[in-house]
Structures are given as structure tokens and as C-alpha cells.
């Protein structure tokens, strides 16, 4: 069955850095297009960026274009999040997504806070 378990989330301070990484499982990891949405309090979920399976294609939000890189290794059967320049805004539950056959898979998500 398909896994996704997220993790590098935590408490950071304004202008700090994370990065998040999300392990997959269950699945033919290198033919999928993977995503990074998060989700903060009070408001609904949103795309934050995504790269086709090879990796040869990224979308970002716009408000992460330029801060945020989404990267991923078949090898490993991971997809990152490289979170630079983090601002208050950025704080949310930030969750590992997979589309397959009309169908979305969710991680458990991990807690990003940035805050002084």
C-alpha cells in the first residue's frame, strides 16, 4: 500500500532554513509526479510545489517562487522541500502528496514553525 512519511519539520526562527524530506512506499516511486502542499490553521490546503517524476519540471506557489526548491531521488524514493529565507507565513502542517488514478495520497504531514 502506498506510504508517504514526511519529516525535517520544526521551529525556526525568520530567515532560517528547513529541509523537509518525504520517503514513499508502496509504490513505483520514479514514474509519479510528486507534490508539497501545506496547510495552516483556520485555512485550507495548499499546493506549495511540484516536480514531474523525472525531476526535469518544478511548479512552485508564488508565494515560495525563489525560496522554496523541490527536488526529489528515484534512488531513494524520496521527494525534499529545501525551505530558505522562511517567513511567519510559512508556518503550517506541510504534507507529501501523490495523485495516482484519481486518487490522492497524504502523509501525516509535518509542523513547520517559524517564529522569533
Known amino acids: 500500500q502506498v506510504q508517504l512519511v514526511e519529516s525535517g519539520g520544526g521551529l525556526v526562527q525568520p530567515g532560517g532554513s528547513l529541509r523537509l524530506s518525504c520517503a514513499a512506499s508502496?509504490?513505483?516511486?520514479?514514474?509519479?509526479?510528486m507534490s508539497w502542499y501545506r496547510q495552516a490553521p483556520g485555512k485550507e490546503r495548499e499546493l506549495v510545489a511540484r516536480?514531474?517524476?523525472?525531476?526535469?519540471?518544478?511548479n512552485y506557489a508564488d508565494s515560495v517562487k525563489g525560496r522554496f526548491t523541490i527536488s526529489r531521488d528515484n534512488a531513494k524514493n524520496t521527494v525534499y522541500l529545501q525551505m530558505n529565507s522562511l517567513k511567519p507565513e510559512d508556518t503550517a502542517v506541510y504534507y507529501c502528496?501523490?495523485?495516482?488514478?484519481?486518487?490522492?495520497?497524504w502523509g501525516q504531514g509535518t509542523q513547520v514553525t517559524v517564529s522569533s
Open positions: 502528496n501523490l495523485k495516482r488514478s484519481w486518487t490522492d495520497y
Open positions: 508502496g509504490f513505483t516511486f520514479s514514474i509519479y509526479a
Open positions: 516536480i514531474t517524476s523525472a525531476g526535469g519540471s518544478t
